[in-house]
């Protein structure tokens, strides 16, 4: 059905709507900071002796220097900014934190589904792991591990790791979780004729595990793995908060709430969305290529 | 200290039947799990099982960390974090009020129902499905605890900043997944309550609200764990003088590491009971589905 569609029907069918969802979200924040705003600026910017009309109320609603609501044009304004105004390397350019934070979710990613994968196989082929550990690893996720970060950080950093590594940890606890449930559901996929076939052909373990259940186990897989790097995200960017990390995002976020600038948390808040969804966009691709590779859709 | 020299002063400091007599030990828990894993046909022995494996872990963590002098900065023995529980229970007790009884409570009750009604109006509006619907999918993929910082500005430093960002966390899954539930009833079904001219409420409460119960729960288990979370890292931005996240950052300041892990304990134990529970509710409420029926 869906391939069949021309390009104005799709246009129309599924472009449509969220754009006028998202030029609702668009209005409505327009409106939330008129509305918010007003307080403030009548306070702080206009003389309420001389009295104001209504359009100077919204001009100034629209760029107070430390507002409560930040009207969009100004936190892209931040955002642009501080992406041309400052070199790379600079703290005030977005894209530095992006990097610092970006390389500990990916390096936390790789190591949480490795650990996933690992995981997962053990499970699989072990009744006891089975009953004695999959229990525990449920009941790891009910643990806020972002309660536990302070303390990885301090143990990793008496240990001799600073940097990206403590911060990859927490990413990877957060990223293992969906990668082994996934996994040792999708490895126990095949059905039992597909495993009976594979015993009759007298296949190793080993090789019906890489023949049968590892492929059978990739549509589980992807899913998990879009949740576990956005769950990684948010690990890395929570690890830096209470390290009083310098740079990073949630540094960022963490700055930008100490000296009450609004504008910054916007923009690193739009930041920190854009990342997220560029990790999942590239996982999502990859995905798409490797089923395709396989003969899907 | 240099490193070497902490390795040496571990090494001296134990006797030397210890590693041996750990090394047996370690075969022995292996062992007993592994035949307590391999009963067959009781109901219990996954519990048991777990239970065990758990158990025996604490075992060794208590006797490593003792017999190594683990500085209890880095690992405090489970021992010394059972004592600080005991020792600061009216506090903990005051934080777990602050925290679960008020932010996580009051947030996640708000964004599920909140979700659960926003998904049953727009599942008449296809217009407004097809909008929403991948709008809502992408908010996954955005850290949205992030905006605590902000949600204390708004509302300030008490628990409705806390119940706010709980509120935001759980609302777009309980969404996503309430219109992915909605869409599960099968298509004979459909058509059998058409044939039957039922009405929209009544196909929705007799048929497809029902259908839709394993992702429903499926959510509010999800949502929980997202609530503590949020509620804990949002304390980190600022909060009164009580609450589970406040008592981890300040205490974790002040290197009072067993405190900490007791506030984690807390936490902890609070994740698995709320999901335990609703594991529970979910056996009663959707005993007939397949995803039920097997586990």
Known sequence: MATTKTLTQRIAHDWLPVMVVLLAVVLAWYGAAWGMNAQGAIERVLDEEAGYTQMELFEATMTMERPLVPAPHQVAADFYESLTEWPIDSPRNLIYHVIVTGQSTLLGFAMGTALGLLLSVLIVHSRTLDKALLPWIVAS??????????????????????????????????????????????LRSPQKIETEMMYTYAASRWQSLWLLRLPAALPFLFPALRVGVAAGLVGAMVAELPTGAQAGLGARLLTGSYYGQTTQIWSALVMSALLGLALTGIVAGVERLVLRSRGAK | MSDTAAIETVATGVAPWFWPGIVLLALVAGYSVYRMAAIQGRSWVGMATAALFGAWVVLFWEILVRALDVPRVLLPAPSLVLGALWDHAPKLWGDFVQTVGKAVLIGWALGCGLGFCVAVAIDRMPFLQRGLLPVASLTSAIPLVGVAPIAVMWFGFDWPSKAAVVVLMTFFPMLVSTLAGLQAAGKLERELMYSYAASYPRTLLALRLPAALPFIFGALKVNATLALIGAIVAEFFGSPTAGLGFRISTEAARMNMPLVWGAIVVAAVTGSVAYALLVALERRAAFWHPSVREG
């Open chain 1, 141 to 186: 996720q009910t643990v806020p591990v972002l309660a536990i970060a302070p303390i990885v950080l301090v143990v990793l950093g008496s240990l001799g790791f600073a940097g990206t590594a403590p911060k990859a940890f927490i990413a990877m606890y957060l990223c293992f979780f969906p990668v082994t449930v996934a996994m040792v559901q999708g």
